[in-house]
Structure formats: structure tokens, C-alpha cells
């Protein structure tokens, strides 16, 4: 199969119904191949999204009065499947959803300094075994990789391996030989990152241990008083008799992460803290994944979406495009790469978007991505739950942020109201709750600035996800001025071919399409629904906008 289309793209000010009805109509995508490498990828805080069954809003006696958004806000699985359901994802181009972790966290809240704060993040693990009730149930989780299946998106846990959650009257701190407290890393060298802890009271969990260690009692305790320890001890012993694997901490943790590719059939996983830990620990971890998701495969044959691999991607704080495939600690490089991952998360790209022209950006990217990266990726983004310098804090340049983002090579990761202008500055707020506030599905349903925001970047996310060229393909310069440029991806008998533009002239644009489309070729321009046609290696679209999209017809 190929396909062929050519995309001009700038800046510019969409017009729409105030009544946010008017969205992008979409194609059918049932036929084009999915691409990690090129992913859209939409990163919601769980808790934060939608609320979908405002039963499950309180659990544990988690009734202290937390610092401004630093609570349960009520989001959960059910809401996701919701929009899911509605179209919401599908009309983003988005193939894939990355949901922060799931499992059950600690039961009290902790002050770190910005005021009482629950486990609404996720990233408090008491029990990785189950999912907290905040969040929803097993059966949510399987109707929603159900769901996102049925639509062709892909589903991304966030796992957490580093530590468990902070110590409370209601969560005890695990044994001794499961974690150290007390050393704050200091980031000086490898061993203070990877052996210590990252803030007081957050204990850390000693992956570099290979002993035996015992079941805490809690667990035991907890798991007998919900009728579930034989099960879960059988499948313990299970799991250590199949590897050989010591039953050491990482072992533990890396099993029960596992156990829901086996279970539920998600596609890919987002680790958390990564250089926080040896680098052994996640070559384990992606081995136990590709084990558990042929498992999956095997027991559900008419499910298999198509052969792609288990996927990863690590949170490596720091690490840039530029660093290729190491990470410098500073007395030692790291390849995180070579150690279990697909892809990692991009800290560098925001800069790169707001230091570069587009040129510049997207070569740079393709050169690093087709040369010292090849057959890798990275995971670009403009905002995100813990990054307190976004690239537009204020929220005044979404245009520019979406055409940058979406149009770059690599994989793109929305962050969730990236594309409806959620705030990122909430007065009252202290630290990273400012990132974190709930999505606005008001101002979709009743602000036309928010609405005309939204179309375009739900214009570029479908033609990001249905052309793999757009994220995985080869950039070329074809002109400076009008800016365009291609992207050819081939995989197998599978091309895309794909040309591009930015910042073009209103009204009348004569565009040249180098050796891309021979003459003749007919051409229909998605963004303004007009069709055209290869005429002396040029097409001409007159249109009101600087955005053109053309597909052959």
C-alpha cells in the first residue's frame, strides 16, 4: 500500500462555529500501519481528566483538606473510556493514550512543603498489585484496553519501580532490606542518583539488591483480610520458578508491572525515575515485558492488534536529543537505549522548538533520529506534569505549539489540554499543582478561542496519525521560500511519502512539490476541502488560510 499526500503548514488563526460542533471529518485509518516511532501520544494524570463515576471519589478516609490541587480531584478510568467512547481521542489523531500509574497508592496524604498532598499523581505505590478505587477497578482497565483498541489506539501504563510512597501513620515504611531513607541524592555522581532517595520521606526502593528479601507483613496482612493471598502467592512462586530470578525487591515489582500486560493486554509502558536506578534493572524489566506480552498474544489471538513489540519509553530526567544515545551522570554515561528502551522522553525539545526555526528543528531531528538514533526514537513534548518552565506557560502561542509539535520528527506527546488551552498558571497553587489542574471540557464546549485552538491541532494530529511519514519519515529541504519540505517513510512494501510548508502566503499560493508528485497527480487539500492538481511539478491552492493538507485523491 502507499499513499502519497503533501501537507503545506503555518500559523494562523482558524474560524469556526462558536457552538464547538465543527470538527475534523476523519478516514478511515484501518489500513494504515501503526508506527511507534511516529506515535501521537495524549499523557492525561489519570485523576485529572474526566469523572466518569463520581462514586468512586473517595476512598480510605482520604477526607484531610489537601493543598490547592493537591487532592483527588475525582478523574477515573471510566471517564477516559467515556471520551474514548465520544470520539474525543480518535478526532486528535491520537494512536496512543499514557495513563499515569493506576495501582493502589498510600491510603494517608503527606505535607512536602506545599501543602497535605494525596497519591492523586499516581506516583505513591502501596500496592502494585491493585488498582486504587480512586481510579477505578480491573474491569475498567480491561473495558478500557477494550475500547482503545477497538479504535486503534494504543494503551501506555506508567510504571514505578524506584520507590514505593511516602511513610504515614496509615502507610508504614517496607523492611529495611526492601528500602533505604534518609540519603537525599545529591546528583554529584551515579551512586547519588541511583542510591538514595529523591526528597525526604519518599523511601527508596534498593534495586540494586540481589538477596532474597520476605513479603512486608502489611502486604501479607492486607492481602489475606481481601481474600486473595493464596492466589497472589502461587503466582509469586509462579514467576520465580519460571526465571530463576532471585527474590530480591526489582523482582518483585518488576512481576507485578507485568502482570498487567499478561492480564489486560496494554501495549506499552512509560517507566518512571529511570536514572534513578541501574540501568540492569530495565533490560529485566523490558525481557519480562516482551515474555508477558507474547503470553497476552498467544491467549488472544483474535485481539492482536498487528506485530508490533512490547514498547518503552524512559523518563531519564534531563536527557536531550543531543546527548544521542547516553545519559552523562558525570563520573559515568548511561545507554538506556541498550538497557530495555524503545524510546525516551525529549527535555530538550521545548528549547529546541523556541531557539530554532523550522528548518533547524526539523532537521535537526531527522538527522539525529535516521543517523545515531536510527532504529530508536524520543518523545517530544511543550508541557508536562513535572516540568515547571513549559514552552508557552501562559498559553499564548498554542498555534505555534501544536504546528511545532506535531509536525516534528519523532514522537509527539500531547499533553492533556495542550490542545484546549488548560491553564498551566492556577493562582493558590504551590510547586507542580500549577501543571495539574483539571481539564477544562468547558471552555471546549463554550470558549471559540478554545475551539479554534482545538481544530488545528486536531487538523495536524490526524494528519500526524494517519501519515507515519509525518513523525518516523526522512526530512528533506525542497525550498526556503514558500518553506517545504518532505518526509519518505518505507517500511517493507509500506511508503508515505509526505511534503510540507510553513508560514505560506493567504489566498493564492503556488507551490513547488520537487520529484515527490509527478505530474498529473490529483491532490485534495484536507484543511480547506479542495481538490487539486500537479501541474509543472507546482499545485496552486487558494485558500484563506496558511495551512494546506493535500492528499491524493
Not at 506545599?114 to 480491561?142: C, I, M, Q, R, V
Not at 526492601?178 to 525526604?200: A, H, I, P, Q
Request: with cysteine.
Amino acid at each position: 500500500m502507499k499513499k502519497y499526500t503533501f501537507l503545506f503548514l503555518s500559523l494562523v488563526y482558524l474560524t469556526m462555529s462558536c457552538s464547538g460542533s465543527k470538527s475534523v471529518s476523519m478516514t478511515d485509518t484501518s489500513k494504515i500501519p501503526f508506527v511507534w516511532e511516529g506515535a501521537n501520544v495524549y499523557f492525561l494524570l489519570t485523576d485529572r481528566f474526566y469523572n466518569g463515576n463520581p462514586s468512586n471519589d473517595v476512598n480510605f478516609n482520604r477526607n484531610k483538606t489537601p493543598g490547592k490541587l493537591r487532592g483527588f480531584e475525582g478523574g477515573d478510568i471510566i471517564g477516559i473510556i467515556q471520551k474514548i467512547e465520544s470520539g474525543y481521542f480518535e478526532q486528535l489523531g491520537v494512536n496512543a493514550i499514557w495513563l499515569t500509574p493506576i495501582v493502589e497508592q498510600i491510603h494517608d496524604g503527606v505535607d512536602e512543603g506545599t501543602g497535605l498532598s494525596y497519591g492523586f499523581h499516581g506516583y505513591w505505590a502501596k500496592d502494585w498489585t491493585a488498582l486504587d478505587p480512586n481510579f477505578g477497578t480491573k474491569e475498567d482497565l480491561a473495558k478500557l484496553v477494550k475500547k482503545a483498541h477497538e479504535k486503534g489506539i494504543r494503551v501506555v501504563l506508567d510504571g514505578v519501580i524506584n520507590h514505593t510512597g511516602p511513610v504515614t501513620p496509615e502507610d508504614p515504611v517496607w523492611p529495611s532490606d526492601w528500602v533505604r531513607t534518609g540519603v537525599v541524592c545529591d546528583y554529584k555522581s551515579f551512586e547519588n542518583t541511583t542510591m538514595c532517595t529523591l526528597v525526604d520521606n519518599l523511601p527508596d526502593v534498593r534495586t540494586e539488591s540481589t538477596q532474597n528479601v520476605e513479603l512486608p507483613p502489611f502486604l501479607i496482612e492486607k492481602w489475606k483480610k481481601e481474600g486473595r493471598y493464596e492466589k497472589e502467592i502461587a503466582s509469586l512462586d509462579e514467576f520465580f520458578k519460571r526465571t530463576g530470578y532471585p527474590r530480591s525487591p526489582k523482582y518483585y515489582i518488576i512481576k507485578w508491572l507485568t502482570d498487567y500486560i499478561i492480564e489486560f493486554g496494554i501495549d506499552g509502558y512509560r517507566a518512571d525515575t529511570v536514572k534513578h536506578t541501574e540501568e540492569v534493572v530495565w533490560a529485566d524489566f523490558k525481557k519480562e515485558c516482551d515474555y508477558a506480552f507474547e503470553t497476552w498474544k498467544k491467549h488472544h489471538p483474535l485481539e492482536i492488534l498487528d506485530q508490533n513489540p512490547f514498547y518503552t519509553i524512559a523518563e531519564v530526567y534531563g536527557y536531550g536529543i543531543s546527548g544521542g544515545q547516553d545519559y552523562d551522570f558525570g563520573d559515568r554515561k548511561v545507554n538506556y537505549f541498550q538497557n530495555g528502551f524503545n524510546s525516551m522522553i525529549n527535555f530538550e525539545f521545548k528549547w529546541n522548538a523556541a531557539q530554532n526555526d523550522y528548518e533547524g528543528l526539523f532537521s535537526k531531528y531527522s538527522n539525529h533520529l535516521n543517523n545515531d538514533l536510527k532504529g530508536y526514537s524520543v518523545l517530544n513534548y511543550m508541557s508536562s506534569h513535572d516540568d515547571g518552565q513549559p514552552f508557552d506557560p501562559t498559553r499564548i502561542k498554542a498555534f505555534e505549539a501544536g504546528t511545532k509539535l506535531l509536525l516534528s520528527p519523532g514522537m509527539s506527546q500531547v499533553y492533556y489540554g495542550d490542545e484546549s488551552n488548560r491553564s498551566l498558571v492556577i493562582e493558590g497553587t504551590n510547586g507542580d499543582a500549577t501543571l495539574r489542574s483539571n481539564m477544562n471540557w468547558a471552555d471546549i464546549q463554550n470558549n471559540p478561542e478554545t475551539q479554534q485552538t482545538l481544530l488545528h491541532w486536531q487538523k495536524l494530529g490526524q494528519f500526524r496519525r494517519n501519515h507515519p511519514a509525518v513523525g518516523a519519515g526522512v526530512h528533506k529541504l525542497i525550498n526556503p521560500w514558500p518553506y517545504t519540505f518532505s518526509r519518505i517513510f518505507t517500511k517493507g512494501a509500506f511508503t508515505d511519502k509526505v511534503i510540507m510548508g510553513v508560514d505560506l502566503p493567504k489566498g493564492r499560493k503556488e507551490l513547488p512539490v520537487g520529484d515527490v508528485f509527478p505530474n498529473g497527480t490529483k491532490l485534495k487539500d484536507t484543511y480547506s476541502n479542495q481538490n487539486t492538481e500537479v501541474i509543472d511539478g507546482k499545485v496552486i491552492i487558494d485558500s484563506d488560510f496558511d495551512i494546506v493538507l493535500l492528499e491524493e485523491i
